[in-house]
């Protein structure tokens, strides 16, 4: 049987819309702001790189920490708490409608959730050392939407995303960096050809996009749904030894 890393069920997903969650802000009292857990490099070194892991809505941060240990030794690793409460193991860094059988978001929290990421960044550097020059996002789903929000706004302070199953909002392509400002990015996509959560084609758009910024992502697709397998953990420990 193939293994599967399986972080945020369709199901779980496609009943999640604005009307249907109360949802308060997350009240943690933490500097950083946003919750985390952390695996502190297995190799040594002063300023280590620093990859930051976000999870899909409805999920939490300890989902994707389930799999920080296969991650290369050499990395700092910290999975970090999206900052809207769905429920007590349920978070989300932005609200989403799916009930037009297209994904209509709650703007307003998702660029406060995008500014909140970079803050973390920064606020992170007062409890973690890493080197500031090394700063990667990994994103399942909603988290994969975040970390291309944040990297394309503000790629001076990350450098490298690796987007799994997710999207690029059409809400950030105005206020998108520079193509000299996006030069150095590193990209990385995975997608399953099977998601009927956030449809393959999302991968497509986003890849046709970043060319027309010149940017080269690396692309992956597998004959998957809306999951993370061993196939695609694989590609990503691979992609961030490179």
């Not at 990385?188 to 991968?203: C, E, R």
Request: no cysteine.
């Amino acid at each position: 049987m193939k293994k599967k890393f399986l972080f945020l069920s369709s199901a779980f997903i496609l009943i999640i819309t604005i009307s249907s969650f109360n949802v308060k802000m997350n009240t943690i009292a933490q500097k950083p702001k946003l919750y985390y857990k952390v695996r502190q490099p297995k190799i040594k070194s002063e300023k280590p790189p620093l990859v930051i892991l976000l999870h899909g809505v409805g999920s939490n941060e300890q989902n994707m920490f389930s799999f920080a240990d296969a991650l290369p030794d050499q990395y700092l690793v910290v999975s970090a708490r999206g900052p809207l409460t769905f429920g007590p193991i349920s978070f989300a860094w932005f609200q989403v409608d799916f009930s037009t059988g297209k994904p209509i978001i709650n703007e307003k929290q998702a660029e406060a959730a995008r500014i909140a990421i970079l803050e973390f960044i920064d606020d992170l550097k007062t409890e973690q050392s890493f080197d500031e020059n090394k700063v990667y996002l990994a994103g399942f789903s909603q988290g994969g939407i975040m970390s291309y929000s944040a990297a394309l706004t503000q790629p001076d302070k990350i450098k490298g995303i690796a987007v799994m199953s997710g999207r690029l909002l059409p809400e950030i392509k105005p206020i998108i960096a520079s193509e000299d400002q996006l030069k150095p990015l590193r990209i990385f996509i995975s997608h399953g050809n099977q998601d009927h959560v956030l449809q393959f084609q999302y991968a497509l758009d986003a890849q046709e996009y970043l060319k027309s910024k010149n940017l080269e992502p690396e692309f992956h697709q597998y004959n998957e749904d809306h999951t993370i397998n061993h196939e695609m953990l694989k590609d990503l420990v691979k992609w961030l030894n490179q």
